[in-house]
């Protein structure tokens, strides 16, 4: 779950909670000790007031 609050200007005092659905697979072995993981989601509005309804997320990480 994210929530963003916003202080002065056109959205002030809006408050807007959206939460992710998703799946993280990872680890794999790309050569050596570098590795691979993936991860992509759906994030969906969960509060009366929303900027957006749906957004898609995607994340890529190379741990060593």
């Known amino acids: ?18 939460l992710t659905a ?3 697979l990872g680890r794999f072995e790309l050569h050596g000790r570098l590795l691979l993981s ?7 509005a969960a509060s009366h007031y929303h900027a ?3 957004g898609a997320v995607m994340t890529v990480r190379f741990p060593f």
């Open 22 to 24: 998703g799946l993280t």
């Open 52 to 54: 957006y309804n749906r």
């Open 38 to 44: 993936i991860g992509a989601g759906l994030q969906i």
């Open 1 to 18: 779950m994210n929530s963003i609050l916003w202080k002065g200007g056109t959205l002030d005092g809006k408050k807007q909670a959206v």
